[in-house]
């Protein structure tokens, strides 16, 4: 429910698309879990995930269609209809002449009202899109609460450990022999590439430029990392084991590749804030560290699921990434990015405030300056970019939707 706010913090796009599309699978979850209340549907979230996000939005598709038809065709529906049209009618004038008292009472209320009524035509095909695209999205989402209310996607959580079970087909000396060249190849890289590889922790670069320091590891070490944790789950999933048990070696090669994985993450960040410290923070900077503060979470749960295996993983990773994407979808990282730029920028920790980038940046960012006065917007921005920023303030050029949000009123209370 909280996340339904986002849309009201942030102009952020990126923002808004993240938050859309958690709440379309937390929703699916949702309506699963109260399909099937016993289903333990978190332990168990890869199938959960299966089914209540992605089949059953599609599979019960043409639900709402049928819906709207059958709903036509209940008794009394098209004389409720003209009911409704006939209130309708009768409300245009008395609607029109408060209107018109209001307007005349006040002129706020009389320049809005105008641009109610001043809808562009170009407007008007970005809107049927939306329409179009909205009536789509509303399809799946009834396609999931009639799945829910049909049960006609059953989870059952013995099935669901049997299945689990299913996929322990590949023999333990099998997997041990596949995963010991790449734990030596990790001993190997920590003893020979220390002073590049943990050049963030001190400064030294090993030769590069900083630009050229952070960006020939980061990327490689996030990879990395991706690819272990694709091991690691692989192990656990395949892997014979005895009695149910996980075997004592499956756990300390798990526990090894975990323990690399945690230090490589430490490494990427390190690297990667060591590049912020001197050229500032840009949006693709910040996503990729929140990637690797994610990653490293989960790698502190797989370490830890080790050696309890009971541990529900998917419910704490749920929890995980909820928390972590309600910080970056609330905390508004356009604002912050730019406030964070223009202070180290202030303090002399920056040779130059970029504000070509504000230009892709959302109206965050430009809120973010309306907090200096003119003197310093003047030391931080050139003249297009002061302009830019005169532009941004004029209601006129947002629609509706646009105007909608914490940082377009900032900005009109800064042009006010």
């Not at 009389?110 to 939306?130: E, V």
């Not at 990395?224 to 091991?231: E, I, K, P």
């Amino acid at each position: 429910y909280a996340f339904t706010l986002v849309f009201t913090v942030t102009a952020d796009s990126l923002m808004k698309t993240l938050a859309m599309l958690f709440l379309f699978a937390s929703n699916g979850l949702l309506l699963f879990h109260t399909a099937n209340p016993f289903g333990d549907i978190l332990r168990f979230l890869p199938v959960s995930l299966g089914k209540g996000v992605l089949s059953a939005p599609f599979v019960n598709y043409t639900a709402g269609m049928g819906a709207l038809s059958s709903g036509a065709k209940t008794k009394g529906f098209w004389q409720t209809a003209g009911y409704v049209l006939l209130g309708l009618v009768i409300a245009v004038p008395v609607t029109a002449i408060a209107g018109s008292l209001l307007c005349q009472a006040d002129s706020g209320m009389q320049s809005m009202i105008a641009r109610l009524f001043q809808i562009p035509m170009d407007s008007i095909t970005p809107l049927l899109m939306h329409l179009v695209i909205g009536f789509l999205i509303g399809l799946a989402l009834f396609g999931m609460l009639y799945a829910s209310v049909h049960r006609s996607l059953p989870m059952d959580a013995d099935e669901c450990a049997k299945m689990t079970e299913s996929f322990h087909i590949i023999p333990s000396p099998v997997v041990y022999a596949a995963v010991t060249p790449l734990c030596l190849l990790y001993v190997l890289f920590f003893f020979t590439q220390m002073q590049y590889f943990f050049g963030g922790y001190t400064g030294d670069a090993a030769g590069f430029t900083y630009a050229e320091y952070a960006r020939k590891g980061f990327f490689e070490l996030c990879w990395v990392c991706c690819l272990n944790f694709a091991v690691i789950a692989g192990m656990g999933f395949l892997a014979k084991r005895s009695d149910g048990r996980k075997p004592l070696p499956l756990k300390i090669y798990g526990t090894f590749l975990c323990i690399c994985s945690l230090l490589l993450t430490d490494t990427a960040l390190s690297k990667m804030f060591l590049y912020i410290r001197v050229y500032g923070m840009t949006q693709l900077r910040v996503y990729t560290s929140w990637f690797m503060l994610l990653l490293a979470v989960l790698f502190i749960l797989l370490l830890v699921r080790q050696f309890r295996e009971h541990l529900n993983f998917g419910k704490l990773a749920a929890i995980a990434f909820t928390v972590l994407t309600a910080l970056l979808c609330f905390s508004r990282p356009d604002a912050w990015i730019t406030r964070y730029n223009a202070e180290m920028y202030l303090a002399g920790q920056l040779e130059h405030f970029d504000d070509s980038v504000l230009r892709s940046m959302s109206d965050d960012a430009w809120a973010a300056l309306t907090a200096y006065d003119a003197d310093t917007l003047h030391k931080l921005l050139h003249a297009d970019a002061e302009k830019g920023l005169q532009d941004r303030t004029d209601s006129q050029s947002r629609d509706l939707w646009e105007s909608s949000n914490l940082s377009a009123w900032e900005l009109l209370l800064y042009r006010g």
